[in-house]
C-alpha cells in the first residue's frame, strides 16, 4: 500500500460521512418544511374562522327588573357585525311580551354590535318562572340565523 492509496481511502471516508451528514440534514430539513406548511394551513384556518367570525352577529334576550313591578326584556347583539331583519319569533304560550308592544319594535332593520332595545314585559302571579322566545336575523353574510332564548323571572 502506498501513501496514495491511503490519501484516496481518506478521501472515499471523507466524502461518504459528508454524504451521510447530507442526507441528514435533508431529511431534517424536510421534516422542518412539513412542520412549516402544517403551521401555514393552521394559520390560514384561523383566519377563515376569524374573518367568518367578524360577519357574525349574536343577538339574544334577558329579562331585568326594573322595580319591584315593571320588567323589561332586552333584546341585544353581543356580535361583532350589525344583525339585520332582527325578528321576535312569538307563539301562543307566550306570557311575558305582549304581541302589540313586540310589533311596534320589530322586525328592525338592523342592530349594531353592543345595540340593544327594551320591551315591557307583564309578570304577573300566574306567569310561568320560564318562558322560551325565538329570535332571528340575517348576518351580513346573508345566513338567516335563529337563537332561542330561556327567559326565567
Known amino acids: 500500500m502506498e501513501v496514495s492509496d491511503i490519501i484516496a481511502g481518506l478521501a472515499l471516508l471523507v466524502s461518504a460521512s459528508a454524504l451521510i451528514v447530507t442526507l441528514r440534514s435533508f431529511k431534517s430539513q424536510s421534516r422542518l418544511t412539513d412542520r412549516e406548511i402544517e403551521l401555514v394551513r393552521i394559520q390560514i384556518q384561523q383566519a377563515h374562522g376569524e374573518a367568518k367570525r367578524e360577519k357574525t352577529a349574536s343577538v339574544s334576550a334577558r329579562l331585568n327588573r326594573i322595580d319591584r313591578t315593571n320588567w323589561r326584556l332586552r333584546v341585544f347583539n353581543t356580535g361583532p ?6 325578528r321576535l319569533l312569538l ?6 311580551i305582549e304581541e302589540s308592544f313586540a310589533n311596534d319594535k320589530f322586525p328592525m332593520n338592523k342592530l349594531e354590535k353592543g ?21 332571528a336575523w340575517e348576518d351580513p353574510s346573508g345566513e338567516v340565523k335563529e337563537n332561542r332564548v330561556e327567559i326565567t323571572i
Open 91 to 96: 307563539d301562543d304560550q307566550n306570557h311575558i
Open 81 to 86: 357585525a350589525t344583525a339585520r331583519n332582527v
Open 115 to 135: 345595540q340593544s332595545v327594551d320591551l315591557a314585559a307583564m309578570v304577573h302571579m300566574q306567569t310561568p318562572p320560564k318562558e322560551w322566545l325565538r329570535i
